[in-house]
């Protein structure tokens, strides 16, 4: 029998921890309850002052992604690193990079995804102008995986390392920070009624960057942490 | 005939102790290679080094006479390495590892009930991992070798938690594979009672 094409091997990977994810649910759902939370205690702590809510709004909902996104980072390999299915998986005789493709985008679909499906539900808690929407959605869907792909490097370097908590925050959280400045900018223009053009084609580049480079930084980081 | 796997002075540091140095092997087919030595005497790291897991200080492991790291894609698919962890899921299925196994690897055309049969685990394909005693756990992490293709097995302490009968049982399996030409790799704390095969021993800690 042939070995599966690449394809193939990336379908089966990417379902895998689909299916890993949901037998783990309650502990999948805890970014999507940060987020939640997050950004419903600021209204409470605030005040009732509708325009100062709709005017911070952008910056509280990225902010709270970009937090509950580095919460789930430790998960994408944590797992695999301790029972030994990473090291199977950097000796199979598949492109690295495309494995952990595979699982970055399971990650996604299981962390990032579903802030997508709240965020408008929360902007209209904060009274986010209604013209913002599409923007707001828009930066969810470019942003979050940019935030997926480039905390994998930073998992993965600190992965075999008993407490890299901390470093994995420092690591990351610098390379985090254009991905905010650009998303929440492009929510603001839109807001006050104005094209976001220019920000939103950063963020694709971001995107495009971010899916060409990472996935070889980390199959290369990766190697790193099993030697 | 050429050796299919050779240590070209193959040097160990770790921690700024040498573990060991100008190491030089070389197994043909059918012929099985047993690593002793105390604790932390690099039996885990030499067998790293072989899979290419880890680099060596210095010298080459070769793979049909070229360099494994210029050899690649090609050399991964003839190795299969059971560390001293699983890598298997524990909430997935029997099945559904053995079938991630395949993914991952050269699949045989073997039934997976049929695979599961040969290392005892029959009836038990749709238990999670995570209901598994230690030895049947390690015995499915075993089944990597029934149902994938591979030339080179190399693994790390095969026999923890197994029972007399099923290390009898991959003893058999073991020369069956040297039988067909296979090359095995393996440390052990357990005395290997493999009468008709050629046995190569290496001792690290002379």
Same mark, same amino acid.
């Given at each position: ?61 990225? %902010? #709270?992604? /970009? +937090? $509950?996104? @580095? =919460?789930? &980072? !430790? ?10 299915? *990473? ?30 499906? %709240? #965020?408008? /539900? +929360? $902007?209209? @808690? =904060?009274? &986010? !102008? ?10 969810? *869907? ?86 | ?93 029997c099945l559904e590892n053995l079938r991630l196994v395949q993914a991952m690897g050269k699949p045989l055309p073997i039934d997976l009930d049929e695979a599961l049969d040969k290392v005892n685990l029959y009836r038990f394909g749709d238990n999670y991992v995570a209901t598994l005693s230690a030895g049947q756990k390690r015995r499915l992490a075993l089944a990597r070798l029934v149902v994938t ?43 290997i009672e493999m009468p008709q095969s050629d046995v190569v021993r290496l001792n690290l800690s002379e």
């Amino acid at each position: 029998m042939k070995r599966l094409s690449l394809s193939q091997a990336f379908w089966f990977l990417l379902r895998r921890d689909l299916l890993l994810a949901f037998r783990n649910r309650s502990e999948m759902a805890n970014p999507l309850l940060f987020f939640v939370l997050v950004i419903t205690l600021f209204p409470l702590a605030i005040g009732a002052e509708p325009n100062l809510l709709a005017r911070i709004a952008p910056g509280i909902i990225w %902010v #709270a992604a /970009l +937090l $509950a996104s @580095m =919460l789930s &980072l !430790d998960g994408i390999f944590r797992s695999d690193f301790d029972d030994g299915t *990473l090291e199977q998986m950097l000796l199979s005789a598949h492109p690295v990079p495309v494995l952990v493709l595979a699982k970055v985008t399971a990650h996604w679909l299981v962390t990032g995804l579903p802030l997508l499906l %709240v #965020a408008p /539900l +929360l $902007a209209m @808690m =904060l009274g &986010l !102008d209604e013209d913002a929407y599409g923007i707001l959605l828009l930066t969810i *869907l470019l942003g979050t995986p940019v935030l997926s792909l480039i905390g994998s490097i930073g998992v993965a370097l600190t992965v075999g390392l008993r407490k890299g908590g901390i470093i994995l925050s420092l690591l990351v959280l610098p390379l985090y920070v254009p991905v905010l400045i650009f998303s929440s900018s492009a929510i603001d223009v839109a807001a006050s009624g104005l094209p976001a053009t220019a920000q939103i084609s950063m963020m694709l580049a971001f995107l495009f960057l971010a899916l060409s480079l990472s996935p070889v930084a980390t199959a290369a980081a990766l190697k790193m942490s099993m030697s | 005939m050429s050796a299919l796997l050779q240590t070209r002075d193959l040097s160990c540091v770790k921690d700024d102790r040498v573990l060991f140095e100008g190491m030089n092997l070389s197994l043909n087919a059918g012929q099985i290679l047993l690593v002793e030595g105390k604790n932390g005497s690099g039996k885990t790291s030499l067998l790293r080094i072989l899979t290419g897991l880890s680099l060596p200080e210095s010298g080459d492991v070769l793979w049909q006479g070229r360099p494994i790291s210029e050899v690649g894609a090609d050399y991964y698919e003839q190795v299969n390495y059971v560390g001293h962890h699983d890598g298997i899921k524990r909430d997935l299925t029997c099945l559904e590892n053995l079938r991630l196994v395949q993914a991952m690897g050269k699949p045989l055309p073997i039934d997976l009930d049929e695979a599961l049969d040969k290392v005892n685990l029959y009836r038990f394909g749709d238990n999670y991992v995570a209901t598994l005693s230690a030895g049947q756990k390690r015995r499915l992490a075993l089944a990597r070798l029934v149902v994938t293709e591979a030339l080179l097995w190399i693994m790390d302490e095969p026999f923890t938690s197994l029972d007399k009968a099923s290390m009898a049982m991959f003893q058999v399996m073991f020369e069956q594979h040297l039988e067909k030409g296979g090359v095995i790799v393996l440390t052990s704390h357990h005395d290997i009672e493999m009468p008709q095969s050629d046995v190569v021993r290496l001792n690290l800690s002379e």
